[in-house]
């Protein structure tokens, strides 16, 4: 293609892309997300959206435009939807969704996507355009690539990302339309057969003529009459080959665990659940670290685990009350009792031993870890009762069968390669190591993360899977075949790892589905009382279901056929790669957001151990016992902020991480045809981060020209606000700068960036773009006028540069007034708030997207960045912010021992909030009559001050104060006055107060310079 502007640069339908990548959260069966844990993988609709935007030119007119956008992203209708709520009512909700277009899930087999396959192809000559992306992960970007129709290059460092795009793309695309005879054994299984013709359409009686005739059939069929009967085909494709030696791996495994897992009165057993136990230091019982007591708490299920010392006081005996009544007359008396009733012996302090009352601080119970002193009871059984799920305690024989399963270990482990994983785990600490918390109590290495019996189960599931590659040659399948298989095999190994071990966590939700798997965090915290599923069975942590999630995605395998190979490279994205390519998107790691390596690792021991031997490719990206971190030789490895990796030096950590992308960055540009597009997607909202990254793309040599923050979560207003950094990214589109390009001067770079943002900002807005998106937005198409030039220089400081932190304070002023101006204007007109100062800027900006409410830190750096103010001076200096250390983490806290052991998600803007202090709360004598640092004293403060006067009955004070601020005849002190009514809740004293003020004033009689609209109106 030439140089023609892509309609990425032009036009994008953002909201429709949002919307469908929020829906696509909600998808599970098929998703790439469930085949393998990846964190961070981008929604399919997003990537899919940013490639073909990409890939195809602008068209160069408007109602052209508008019909590709349709053609894309469909259009938005609303819908009303229902929900029935706990107490029978119907709530409705008017809801917005996409009809048409290929981005919904669903939608992307539609034949509109062949129409965009075609016209990729058409733009590129003819030809299937190359796609790179460097940092692939879970492999999102090149999965949509590959079914563009592109040839898709994905890299990624790490050996489990490769693994599972190679499961993603590879051997789906080279199996794509083939099948083969499924193998004898399932042929003779009548349940695996009946699904398998169901699945071809032959249900019923049609389903059970298929059977009979391969022997299987229950009772004699009677005719159809006068039916042509179809015959069925036995030839099957990847996923149901899949199905059928994850079916034969499950036969041997149950033959090996079964005895481990004994069925009692004729109860299938679903879960064990169990508590780490310390021994006291006082008086040396055994203390379990019980969180809550509670086993079930439904409407109609109340079970409650309870608990005496025993007689002699060495221990506990526990037992099941399965009939807890309801106490309390309200909902809050009722959930006070049963919080009391099911109070376990964690608190944040520790564990209290019930036999004497001593309280095992958290340092007790760490140096008891790390010296193997902490053990583990098992509390109770769940079983699946005729009336659901039954809870009871454990049996003798059970006990000493979990006990015994240890004897087993040696044997199964002396069979796999590399035998027990005894590679140690991460160890925590700050920065990118809050996410671990095991290492300190103890566990220390990865096996030690597992029961006796879930080492047993994994092992043996391990040692089968590896047994079906002789048997599988035998059966005359050819190499890829094998692979393939294996491969998806040793996925379903690691969902059933991820489902079993002691890290899961009983799902208390109220439909309690189960096994809340490790990863349902991007950490690794110590988890006191966890669940243990019964791997053999179709329960929740069991290997069928495990490999039935897996055949799933395979079945996509269906969507590439035709799609040109993909290339897949376990090297650095620093190394670069000498294609040509057309484009590359990709979507970097952030610092040290998450440690993705530190965190596969817990996959890495086992996809080693599994795949080892089945090709020296796969025995060469596996061959050391971890994957790799920082190789100091080479100055090279996985780009995160890591200190640790640094001896502790954070400066170094930070600067490898920020040397590492510009590496990454310059290979991009190497790869990059002339006229070939880069497109990077930033989820990190800390200003800094921005600034760095983006100062590395324009060092690298490129031009950027265009953002859009896609947003892929959604919830109710606060939450989704207060996880705005986890809500969207921004797709940054680059392209590269040519070489001729000269200096630019910074007075011109800054009117030329005002002239290009002000429509933006006009059309982001009336497209719904609020909050912090807005910024993000705006930055990308500010961003041109100062990249085009290969450095910018101050016309008034010779010889100093306008650095890009310098220039997106600018950007981003004129973002802010433009929003507040909105706020107060509603035209958006920045003359509205011409003279407002910072602090009451801040204050406007963040009461009207959080309210009182708990709000991001990340979303208040970057307002707080935006008005030239930081986080901390809002705290500590202007006394407007309190810390309230995060709504996720407090909702947790209700369950968790204490804030130190719930490792922090890694994903930003978990960790914590930040809220407004209320007029009454901010006390400080000086308020509103002088601000910090001599500045002028805030608007805010003096509105503050004012209630405080006019709360302690001093007319004539707050006259006083009027006259000497001149406020009366300060407009903006009128519109700020009106706005902040509109703010406070009705029937508020602060709105009161404020009606008062206001009434006041007007009775006095003023003359401002501008009208008075009402302001934050819808
Ligand atoms: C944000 S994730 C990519 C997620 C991906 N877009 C998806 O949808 O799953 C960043 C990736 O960069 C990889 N990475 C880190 N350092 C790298 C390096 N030096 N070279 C290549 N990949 C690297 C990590 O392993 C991680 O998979």
Redo the contacts with the bound molecule.
């Keep these: 293609m030439l140089d023609k502007p892509r309609l990425i640069e032009i036009a994008f339908p953002l909201k429709q892309t949002s919307l469908d990548s929020v829906h696509e959260k909600n998808v599970r069966h098929g998703h790439i997300s469930t085949l393998h844990i990846?964190?961070?993988?981008?929604p399919l609709a997003a990537?899919r959206a940013a490639l073909i935007a990409t890939l195809l030119p602008d068209p160069g007119n408007a109602e052209e435009r508008k019909k590709l956008l349709e053609k894309l992203g469909g259009r938005i209708v609303q819908v009303v939807k229902r929900k029935k709520l706990p107490n029978g009512k119907i709530e409705e909700k008017i809801a917005e969704e996409t009809v048409g277009g290929i981005l919904h899930w669903g939608r992307e087999s539609s034949p509109d996507l062949d129409w965009f396959r075609e016209e990729i192809r058409k733009a590129y000559g003819g030809r299937a355009p190359k796609v790179l992306?460097?940092?692939?992960?879970?492999?999102?970007?090149p999965l949509e690539a590959m079914r563009l129709g592109c040839e898709a290059t994905a890299?990624?460092?790490?050996p489990v990302?490769w693994f599972v795009l190679k499961c993603t793309l590879e051997y789906p695309q080279k199996l794509a339309g083939q099948k083969r005879l499924l193998p004898p054994f399932v042929l003779k299984d009548r349940d695996f057969m009946e699904s398998f013709f169901k699945a071809q359409g032959f249900k019923g009686a049609l389903g059970r003529t298929q059977l009979e005739k391969l022997g299987l059939g229950e009772t004699p069929q009677p005719q159809l009459a006068g039916l042509k009967i179809e015959e069925a085909t036995l030839e099957a494709d990847l996923a149901w080959h899949v199905r059928a030696w994850g079916w034969w791996v499950l036969q041997k495994a149950k033959a090996d665990l079964e005895r481990f897992y004994p069925v009692v009165d004729g109860k299938p057993t679903v879960a064990y659940l169990w508590a780490h136990t310390v021994k006291c230091k006082n008086c040396r019982a055994l203390v379990p670290l019980l969180k809550t007591r509670w086993l079930c708490k439904k409407d109609k299920k109340r079970v409650l685990l309870t608990m005496e010392p025993n007689a002699n006081k060495t221990g506990m005996v526990f037992e099941v009350d399965a009939n807890v009544q309801v106490k309390g007359g309200n909902t809050a008396q009722r959930r006070e009792h049963d919080k009391l009733l099911g109070v376990g012996t964690m608190s944040r302090s520790g564990a209290t031993c019930p036999c004497c009352g001593t309280i095992v601080t958290m340092e007790d119970i760490r140096l008891e870890g790390q010296a193997g002193q902490l053990g583990a009871v098992m509390t109770a059984v769940v079983v699946d009762g005729p009336n659901g799920k039954e809870y009871r305690l454990p049996t003798k024989e059970e006990i000493r069968l979990a006990a015994e399963v240890e004897n087993e270990l040696a044997q199964v482990f002396s069979e796999i390669s590399f035998g027990l994983p005894e590679e140690p785990t991460p160890k925590g600490g700050s920065g990118a190591s809050r996410a671990f918390s095991v290492d300190g109590y103890g566990f220390d290495r990865w096996h030690k993360l597992f029961t006796p019996r879930q080492l047993l189960a994994l092992g043996t599931f391990a040692k089968h899977t590896r047994d079906t590659r002789n048997i599988m040659c035998n059966e005359g399948y050819l190499p890829e075949w094998v692979e393939a298989a294996q491969g998806h095999l040793a996925m379903a190994l690691d969902r059933l790892a991820d489902r079993s071990s002691m890290l899961c966590r009983p799902d208390p939700t109220p439909t309690q589905s189960g096994v809340i798997n490790t990863f349902s965090r991007f950490a690794l915290p110590i988890t006191w009382d966890f669940i243990e599923g019964v791997t053999i069975e179709a329960f929740s942590g069991g290997f069928l279901g495990a490999a039935e999630w897996v055949a799933k995605v395979a079945e996509q395998a269906k969507n590439y056929v035709g799609s040109p190979q993909p290339q897949i490279l376990q090297?650095?994205?620093?190394r670069g790669c000498p294609n040509n390519f057309d484009i590359i998107v990709?979507?970097?790691?952030?610092y040290d957001a998450?440690p993705?390596?530190d965190l596969?690792d817990f996959f890495y021991v086992w996809l080693r151990r599994t795949l080892h031997g089945l090709s020296s490719e796969i025995d060469a990206v596996f061959r050391e016992p971890l994957a790799p971190k920082w190789d100091h030789e080479k100055n090279?490895?996985?780009?995160?902020d890591d200190a640790s990796r640094f001896g502790g030096d954070k400066g170094k950590s930070k600067e490898a991480y920020e040397d590492?992308m510009f590496r990454?960055f310059q290979a991009c540009h190497k790869a990059l045809k002339p006229e070939g597009r880069l497109v990077i997607?930033f989820?990190n909202k800390q200003p800094d981060a921005w600034e760095t990254l983006v100062s590395a793309i324009i060092r690298a040599g490129f031009v950027v020209d265009g953002s859009w923050p896609i947003q892929t979560e959604m919830g109710n207003r606060t939450r989704a606000l207060s996880s705005a950094a986890l809500s969207s990214s921004v797709w940054l589109v680059c392209k590269k700068r040519p070489e001729i390009a000269r200096p630019g001067w910074d007075n011109r770079v800054l009117e030329e960036m005002h002239e290009n943002i002000t429509t933006h900002l006009r059309d982001f807005w009336d497209a719904g773009i609020h909050g912090p998106d807005f910024v993000w937005a705006a930055t990308g198409p500010a961003l041109e006028a100062y990249s085009k030039h290969p450095v910018v220089k101050k016309a008034n400081e010779p010889g100093q540069l306008l650095t890009v932190p310098e220039f997106l304070r600018h950007v981003r002023r004129i973002v802010v007034d433009f929003v507040v101006g909105r706020v107060l204007s509603h035209n958006g007109d920045a003359e509205a708030v011409s003279g407002l100062d910072d602090l009451t800027t801040y204050y406007l900006l963040h009461r009207h997207d959080f309210g009182m409410d708990d709000a991001p830190i990340g979303a208040c750096i970057l307002y707080a960045v935006s008005c030239g103010l930081s986080d901390s001076a809002l705290a500590n200096q202007f006394d407007l912010l309190i810390r309230t250390g995060g709504q996720a983490v407090a909702e947790e806290e209700d369950e968790e021992t204490g804030a130190e052991d719930i490792a922090a998600e890694p994903e930003e803007g978990s960790g914590s909030t930040v809220k407004l202090k209320s007029w009454h709360q901010r006390q400080r004598k000086s308020m509103g009559y002088e601000a910090p640092g001599g500045r002028l004293v805030p608007l805010i403060d003096q509105i503050h001050r004012l209630m405080h006067l006019w709360k302690a009955g001093d007319v004539v004070k707050v006259d006083e104060y009027l006259d000497t601020k001149g406020l009366r005849r300060n407009a903006l002190f009128h519109q700020i006055l009106q706005a902040l009514i509109e703010l406070a809740r009705t029937g508020s004293e602060e709105r009161s107060l404020l009606e008062s003020i206001s009434n006041h004033v007007a009775a006095r009689g003023v003359t401002v310079e501008q009208g008075q609209g009402r302001l934050f109106e819808g």
């Design positions: 990846w964190p961070a993988r981008r990537c992306d460097p940092f692939a992960g879970g492999g999102a970007i890299i990624d460092i790490n990302a090297i650095s994205a620093t990709t979507d970097p790691p952030y998450i993705y390596s596969m090279d490895g996985e780009l995160i590492g990454a997607v989820a």
